[in-house]
């Protein structure tokens, strides 16, 4: 008599697009317990700095939003999800993921490092250290291929190649 409600339930649980939210404080590197959010550069990303990151998943699309308060005011910071996480140099968090890999790393071929095979952000703080942006590919992550959103120092605007990581955010896609 119950076995239908339950069912059906179980059925329709796939279907609801899945949500993930990273809500962290920036901190060192080298903290006892590793921190989900780290700074390599105290300047351009303070410690205490916070970060909101929402991940959106519908079958073949992907929408992640990144917020940030803290950060230098009046600035940009190019970020790009990477293969893997955050560690204690910034080069630990691999290469920018791919949807379709490039044979050749580090990617520099447009045919694959583009805002369509690629998932970029550009945040522009304003003057208190606040700053939002979304970005939506249409494909999703694979299983373990990505670690962490890195934020770069600025300024780029898609197209130019990033500059120095000075910071990264944990996130399990």
Do not use: K
Not at 132 to 146: I, K, M, Q
């Amino acid at each position: 008599m119950y076995a239908v409600p339950v069912l059906a339930l179980a059925l329709l649980q796939p279907l609801l697009p899945p949500v993930q939210t990273v809500e962290a404080t920036f901190d060192r590197t080298d903290g006892i317990v590793p921190a989900t959010a780290v700074s390599f550069d105290p300047e351009a990303v303070p410690y205490g700095a916070t970060t909101r990151i929402v991940v959106h998943r519908t079958p073949g699309r992907t929408t992640v939003a990144m917020t940030v308060d803290g950060l230098t005011p009046d600035h940009h910071y190019p970020a790009h999800v990477h293969t893997r996480g955050c560690g204690t140099v910034p080069a630990d968090a691999g290469p920018h993921y791919q949807d379709r890999p490039d044979p050749v790393q580090p990617s520099t071929d447009p045919a694959y490092a583009n805002d369509r095979n690629e998932l970029w952000l550009t945040l522009h703080t304003d003057a208190t250290g606040h700053a939002s942006a979304s970005s939506t590919v249409e494909w999703e992550f694979r299983d373990g291929g990505a670690g962490s959103v890195v934020l770069h120092a600025g300024p780029d605007d898609h197209g130019h190649a990033p500059t120095q990581r000075v910071g990264c955010v944990n996130v399990a896609f």
